[in-house]
Protein backbone atom coordinates (compact mmCIF):
# COMPACT_ATOMS: atom_id res chain seq x y z
CA UNK A 1 0.00 0.00 0.00
CA UNK A 2 3.13 2.53 0.70
CA UNK A 3 4.56 1.77 -2.44
CA UNK A 4 1.14 2.65 -4.48
CA UNK A 5 0.73 5.68 -2.35
CA UNK A 6 4.15 7.00 -3.01
CA UNK A 7 3.46 5.70 -6.85
CA UNK A 8 0.59 7.75 -7.21
CA UNK A 9 2.20 11.24 -5.02
CA UNK A 10 5.28 11.22 -7.30
CA UNK A 11 5.90 9.07 -10.25
CA UNK A 12 7.90 6.66 -10.03
CA UNK A 13 8.75 6.76 -6.56
CA UNK A 14 6.61 3.76 -6.03
CA UNK A 15 9.05 1.62 -8.55
CA UNK A 16 11.76 3.22 -6.44
CA UNK A 17 10.43 2.27 -3.00
CA UNK A 18 10.36 -1.81 -4.40
CA UNK A 19 14.14 -1.69 -5.79
CA UNK A 20 13.48 -0.70 -9.35
CA UNK A 21 15.56 2.15 -9.82
CA UNK A 22 16.00 2.21 -13.40
CA UNK A 23 12.13 1.85 -13.92
CA UNK A 24 11.43 4.65 -11.54
CA UNK A 25 13.94 7.04 -13.07
CA UNK A 26 11.87 6.33 -16.38
CA UNK A 27 8.83 6.45 -15.42
CA UNK A 28 9.94 10.06 -13.38
CA UNK A 29 10.84 12.06 -16.43
CA UNK A 30 8.60 10.56 -18.89
CA UNK A 31 5.36 11.64 -16.82
CA UNK A 32 6.88 14.46 -15.71
CA UNK A 33 8.53 15.67 -19.03
CA UNK A 34 5.10 15.17 -20.52
CA UNK A 35 3.03 17.28 -17.41
CA UNK A 36 5.47 19.93 -17.73
CA UNK A 37 5.20 20.61 -21.70
CA UNK A 38 1.32 20.59 -20.90
CA UNK A 39 1.89 22.89 -18.35
CA UNK A 40 4.06 25.04 -20.74
CA UNK A 41 1.42 24.61 -23.44
CA UNK A 42 -1.79 25.57 -21.76
CA UNK A 43 -0.37 27.20 -18.64
CA UNK A 44 -1.94 26.88 -15.43
CA UNK A 45 -5.62 27.40 -16.88
CA UNK A 46 -5.66 23.98 -17.73
CA UNK A 47 -5.93 22.77 -14.24
CA UNK A 48 -9.51 23.55 -13.78
CA UNK A 49 -12.35 21.12 -12.40
CA UNK A 50 -14.88 23.48 -13.45
CA UNK A 51 -13.73 23.65 -16.93
CA UNK A 52 -13.05 20.39 -17.89
CA UNK A 53 -13.81 17.81 -15.21
CA UNK A 54 -13.04 14.57 -17.40
CA UNK A 55 -9.76 15.92 -18.15
CA UNK A 56 -9.27 17.23 -14.52
CA UNK A 57 -10.38 13.76 -13.09
CA UNK A 58 -7.24 11.97 -15.26
CA UNK A 59 -5.03 15.18 -14.22
CA UNK A 60 -5.74 13.97 -10.72
CA UNK A 61 -3.56 10.88 -11.11
CA UNK A 62 -0.61 12.90 -11.90
CA UNK A 63 -0.57 13.15 -8.23
CA UNK A 64 1.40 15.84 -6.23
CA UNK A 65 2.11 17.69 -9.99
CA UNK A 66 -1.65 18.75 -10.34
CA UNK A 67 -1.96 19.72 -7.01
CA UNK A 68 0.75 21.95 -6.79
CA UNK A 69 -0.71 23.66 -10.20
CA UNK A 70 -4.21 23.54 -8.39
CA UNK A 71 -2.81 25.52 -5.80
CA UNK A 72 -0.79 27.72 -7.61
CA UNK A 73 -3.48 27.97 -10.45
CA UNK A 74 -6.33 28.76 -7.78
CA UNK A 75 -3.83 31.97 -6.24
CA UNK A 76 -4.37 33.47 -9.51
CA UNK A 77 -7.42 35.49 -11.27
CA UNK A 78 -9.05 33.49 -13.78
CA UNK A 79 -9.53 35.31 -16.95
CA UNK A 80 -12.62 32.94 -17.64
CA UNK A 81 -14.48 33.77 -14.22
CA UNK A 82 -17.93 34.75 -14.84
CA UNK A 83 -17.86 34.49 -18.18
CA UNK A 84 -19.04 32.27 -21.31
CA UNK A 85 -15.48 33.09 -22.61
CA UNK A 86 -14.87 29.43 -20.75
CA UNK A 87 -17.07 27.67 -23.77
CA UNK A 88 -14.16 28.76 -25.84
CA UNK A 89 -11.84 25.98 -26.46
CA UNK A 90 -8.60 26.97 -28.09
CA UNK A 91 -5.39 24.85 -29.36
CA UNK A 92 -2.80 25.60 -26.63
CA UNK A 93 -5.78 24.91 -23.83
CA UNK A 94 -6.86 21.35 -25.56
CA UNK A 95 -3.00 20.58 -26.55
CA UNK A 96 -2.33 21.12 -22.01
CA UNK A 97 -5.27 19.70 -21.22
CA UNK A 98 -4.52 16.53 -23.22
CA UNK A 99 -0.74 16.24 -21.93
CA UNK A 100 -1.66 16.35 -18.73
CA UNK A 101 -4.05 14.42 -18.85
CA UNK A 102 -2.33 11.55 -20.57
CA UNK A 103 0.49 12.48 -18.03
CA UNK A 104 -1.76 11.42 -15.17
CA UNK A 105 -3.20 8.72 -16.78
CA UNK A 106 0.15 7.10 -17.89
CA UNK A 107 0.86 7.73 -14.09
CA UNK A 108 -2.07 5.55 -13.24
CA UNK A 109 -0.76 3.01 -15.12
CA UNK A 110 2.47 2.97 -13.25
CA UNK A 111 0.82 2.56 -9.81
CA UNK A 112 -1.12 -0.40 -11.26
CA UNK A 113 2.19 -1.46 -12.65
CA UNK A 114 3.88 -0.85 -8.54
CA UNK A 115 0.99 -2.97 -7.19
CA UNK A 116 0.99 -5.86 -9.05
CA UNK A 117 4.62 -5.96 -8.59
CA UNK A 118 4.87 -5.55 -4.73
CA UNK A 119 1.44 -8.10 -5.20
CA UNK A 120 3.96 -10.64 -6.71
CA UNK A 121 6.34 -9.97 -4.16
CA UNK A 122 4.19 -10.10 -1.48
CA UNK A 123 2.86 -13.94 -2.03
CA UNK A 124 5.81 -15.51 -2.89
CA UNK A 125 5.11 -15.90 -6.61
CA UNK A 126 7.67 -15.51 -9.51
CA UNK A 127 8.74 -11.61 -9.77
CA UNK A 128 8.32 -10.13 -12.74
CA UNK A 129 11.70 -8.88 -14.40
CA UNK A 130 12.40 -6.07 -13.47
CA UNK A 131 14.26 -3.46 -15.68
Known sequence: MVAALLA???PGAGHFYLGLRKRAVLLFVC???TFIIGLYIGTLRIIDPGRSLLWFMAQIFAGLNTMVAQIWAGQLAS???GSTAM???DWSYSMGVLYTGVAG???LLAVFDTVI???RANI???PL???
Do not use: F, K, T
Request: proline share 8%.
Open 124 to 126: GQV
Open 31 to 33: IEV
Open 129 to 131: PAD
Open 105 to 107: LLN
Open 8 to 10: WLI
Open 117 to 119: RAG
Open 79 to 81: PYA
Open 87 to 89: LVR
